[in-house]
């Protein structure tokens, strides 16, 4: 969670917001912490806010983080989603990376800047390292962004969604 950390049990007469998100609530490494939005509710008055959100999060990693911790007797709920999150399925496969994830710490900042930076704006990618991590069981979605709700991708996201919306709606009159 990058909020400060909550006690389970929520002092009386305070108001707890949990904010469930991706990126867009995490709020990205380049941001100070004092900035992103959930800190901003709380500089505002809430009482307590949880940020819980990691970027690429989608509605099955919120699932599992409410069941795993629980809503800290939360007041309230909020749960920041866009259509492309309803595809962000968590998996048990090993992350194979990307330019954006990279897997290992770079050779120096110049490397890092030539080919992060320099280079694909010469039109010229280098390929990444190849794992030898099974490839996700997810099938692909038709174009390359899942946009169908026939996407099974996307009715995996929406019946994850549904079931988080039914546990934050069992949270008890505060």
């Known amino acids: 969670m990058r909020a400060a950390p909550l006690s389970p049990t929520r002092p009386a007469a305070t ?27 709380r500089q505002l ?3 307590e806010v949880g940020n819980v959100a990691t970027p690429s999060w989608g509605p099955g990693n919120w ?30 496969d090993p992350f194979t990376g990307n330019p954006n994830h990279p897997l290992q710490p770079p050779v120096s900042a110049l490397v890092e800047g030539l080919e992060r930076y ?12 190849v794992s030898s991590a099974p490839a996700s069981s997810e099938p692909a979605a038709p174009s390359g ?6 996407d099974p991708r996307v009715q995996r996201g929406l019946a994850d969604l ?9 949270l008890p009159e505060s």
Not at 21 to 41: M, N
């Open 118 to 129: 320099a280079l694909p704006r010469l039109g010229i990618r280098l390929p990444l390292a």
């Open 15 to 41: 108001r707890r917001v949990l904010v469930f998100g991706d990126s867009v609530v995490w709020g990205g490494a380049v941001l100070d912490q004092s900035l992103i939005a959930t800190e901003r509710l």
């Open 63 to 92: 699932l599992g983080w409410a069941r795993r911790f629980g809503f800290l007797q939360a007041t309230d709920v909020v749960l920041v989603i866009s259509s492309h999150d309803a595809a962000d399925n968590p998996s048990p």
């Open 145 to 150: 962004e899942p946009t169908s709700p026939a």
């Open 162 to 170: 549904a079931r988080a919306i039914e546990q934050a709606l069992q």
């Open 45 to 47: 008055g809430v009482s």
